[in-house]
């Protein structure tokens, strides 16, 4: 099983749509999560990082369920500049390297 | 700038060379992680350092690939006898302590030919 999971999608959704990627880990001691966006041949950018009490930036909400093992992205009022792949990251344990994603492809179209 | 910088950003190779790429973190950062990316796939972990220290490193690193960091600062990964399936974006990352977010280089893509 991998450590992180994600539907690679793509996703197609019209401006002004509400979108939202889940994303499961495997490792119950994982501490750290955090939500990559990548562009199209460029490297991750850190996008926001993912507390217990989940937390929002602007349009973005992002939410950690710890009992289930899942992180989730909702983008509102979607932009055609969010048109990107969201890679979901965890890191393997406390202190240790980070695992990420495959990757969610969003595309928004006008 | 102060992001981390890697060098060189493309490089297209015979297959059977070596290879060598560099990579300079931010500057306070101590811990400095480098990763392999194909087309379509997320990062996969390669290893990393804390400061000197190489703290762990993938199975998918084999004895082909060497990785060093000898001073804390800069990291070199070395590739030997290079093979097609090595073509990937190479990209390194640093970060401030453990736990916290990484910071990426723009990757140097290598090409075997």
């Known amino acids: 099983r991998k450590e992180v999971e994600q539907d690679p999608g793509p996703f197609n959704v019209p401006e002004g749509a509400t979108v939202a990627f889940n994303c499961t880990y495997s490792n119950s001691a994982s501490q750290s999560f955090f939500w990559y966006r990548q562009d199209c041949r460029k490297e991750p950018k850190l996008l926001m990082s993912?507390?217990?009490s989940g937390n929002e930036d602007g349009r973005f909400t992002a939410q950690l369920n710890r009992a289930s093992q899942y992180i989730s992205l909702l983008i509102r009022d979607s932009k055609l500049s969010d048109s990107a792949t969201y890679l979901c990251?965890?890191?393997?344990?406390?202190?240790?390297?980070?695992?990420f994603g495959t990757g969610t492809s969003l595309t928004v179209i006008p | 700038d102060t992001g981390v910088s890697q060098d060189p950003r493309h490089k297209i190779t015979k297959r059977g060379q070596n290879v060598t790429f560099r990579c300079d973190p931010i500057?306070?950062?101590?811990?400095l992680y480098w990763y392999r990316q194909t087309l379509g796939q997320g990062p996969e972990f390669l290893t990393y350092?804390?400061?000197?220290?190489?703290?762990?490193k993938s199975r998918l690193l084999s004895d082909r690939f060497s990785a060093e960091r000898p001073k804390g600062s800069f990291s070199t990964l070395e590739i030997q006898r290079t093979e097609q399936g090595d073509s990937a974006m190479y990209l390194c990352?640093?970060?401030?302590?453990?736990?916290?977010?990484?910071?990426f280089g723009q990757g140097t893509r290598l090409t075997v030919v």
């Open positions: 500057s306070e950062h101590n811990r």
């Open positions: 350092f804390q400061n000197e220290a190489q703290l762990e």
């Open positions: 990251v965890v890191n393997k344990e406390p202190g240790n390297q980070f695992y």
């Open positions: 993912v507390y217990s």
């Open positions: 990352a640093s970060s401030l302590a453990k736990d916290t977010e990484a910071f």
